[in-house]
């Protein structure tokens, strides 16, 4: 059992303040426009309520969007965070000069490669992601948009499976609440 140490507690609250500042203006596509941050956290979250409770993982966790949607470099980030946290967030981190069907072909390709850490952090990335999708999707998406998003999570979280069986059996569920949603909304 891992037990937190002090150290511990001000590395996570060090990288949730380095995102948050750093993921300041950014809000999320909801309708409500939730703060970025929120997803951070919830992400950090999923994963310690499961069990995973390594601080590499967690930092990593808040951190794992940064290159991605932030100006921030991998030099900028190795800097802060060391070269474990920066591998874990470049592997996660999908490049943004590259089309976004070939972005989400290129995840599902990736997805079985990635190491353990990064799988754990991408499984609950997903699990957020489909959560929202299902419960508060962003105001332009139809119905069948957010069926082609479950359809191409579930192709990304294939690859991912075999690490934390409450974590995918918590994905497969909002999963299936979010088809059911569709249904009932295409039904009325």
Do not use: C
């Amino acid at each position: 059992m891992h037990t937190t140490t002090n150290s511990d507690i001000h590395k996570l609250l060090h990288s949730l303040n380095f995102a948050a500042m750093k993921h300041n203006d950014q809000r999320r596509k909801d309708k409500d426009k939730s703060p970025y941050v929120n997803h951070l956290i919830g992400v950090a979250e999923i994963l310690s309520r499961f069990g995973e409770n390594d601080i590499i993982i967690l930092q990593a966790a808040v951190l794992h969007d940064i290159l991605e949607d932030t100006q921030t470099t991998g030099e900028e980030l190795e800097s802060a965070f060391g070269k474990e946290i920066t591998g874990i967030v470049q592997e996660v981190s999908d490049d943004k000069s590259v089309e976004k069907e070939e972005r989400k072909r290129l995840q599902v390709e990736h997805a079985p490669f990635i190491s353990k850490k990064a799988k754990l952090i991408k499984l609950a990335d997903k699990i957020m992601n489909v959560t929202d999708v299902g419960q508060n999707p962003p105001a332009d998406w139809d119905t069948n948009r957010r069926e082609k998003y479950f359809d191409w999570a579930d192709s990304v979280v294939l690859g991912l499976r075999g690490h934390n069986r409450e974590m995918e059996n918590l994905y497969d569920t909002q999963v299936s609440e979010g088809r059911k949603r569709i249904l009932k909304q295409r039904k009325n």
